[in-house]
């Protein structure tokens, strides 16, 4: 089962109002296990970046100035991402952001049935607790401590390890591996050679110095029970 786990950084919060993508990171996993391909780009939205979205990131408008536009990453982007399920930290604002871009260049958004908002999860695993994915790495122990400012690559790496936790841990992630090398899991581990000979069961009875020494210790004992 493959799975893209992705993250976004955008020049503010909403896209009908003229924000835009400036960063996507995307990490693979095959049965809950990150393969090491990723993919990751920086954006030039074409506008100004405002203090409080460089303050999240990092990402100024000089910075982004000679980056490529989504138009020219479009293709790649979606070749990467294929047909998987995507998986993202409140994933209705990323999915959000892409399909604008992607009805900017003329292309079919991302279908909604394909998004995995692990927040979500995180409201039904842990009810009622704080489900940013800061508060999550610290719940289950995920280093965070190289992550200064957010990053889109940086957070998708993040996510994966919480996504895992948040879907039962690396025990799914081994056992779905399991079954995509074939393997049998309804078969026994340990295999009985038939091709030896069967041994028969030798015989085994007590000695009669045994035999005297176990009397001697019941005529220690008051009316032992187990005396013939």
């Not at 991402?81 to 959000?96: P, Q, R, W």
């Not at 049998?184 to 015989?203: F, G, K, N, S, Y």
């Amino acid at each position: 089962m493959r799975e893209i786990i992705f993250d976004t950084e955008t020049t503010g919060l909403d896209p009908r109002n003229g924000d835009r993508l400036v960063e996507i990171g995307c990490v693979e996993m095959i049965n809950r296990v990150t393969t090491g391909a990723t993919f990751h780009c920086y954006l030039n939205p074409d506008r100004d970046m405002p203090a409080a979205a460089e303050a999240v990131h990092g990402l100024s408008a000089t910075f982004l100035s000679d980056k490529p536009r989504f138009h020219e990453k479009a293709a790649e982007f979606l070749e990467f991402i294929g047909d998987s399920m995507l998986v993202a930290h409140n994933a209705g604002f990323d999915f959000g952001f892409i399909n604008m871009e992607l009805e900017k260049c003329g292309l079919d958004p991302l279908g909604r049935d394909r998004m995995i908002d692990t927040v979500a999860l995180a409201r039904i695993r842990h009810p009622g607790a704080k489900n940013s994915l800061d508060a999550l790495c610290t719940r289950y122990g995920i280093d965070r401590s190289h992550r200064t400012l957010h990053g889109a690559l940086l957070d998708a790496e993040l996510l994966a390890q919480v996504y895992v936790e948040l879907t039962g841990g690396r025990q799914i992630g081994l056992e779905l591996a399991a079954e995509a090398a074939g393997a049998d899991l309804a078969e026994p581990v340990a295999r009985i050679r038939r091709d030896r000979p069967l041994r028969a069961p030798r015989a085994h009875s007590a000695s009669e110095d045994e035999l005297a020494a176990h009397a001697e210790f019941l005529d220690t004992l008051k009316e032992p029970l187990w005396r013939t």
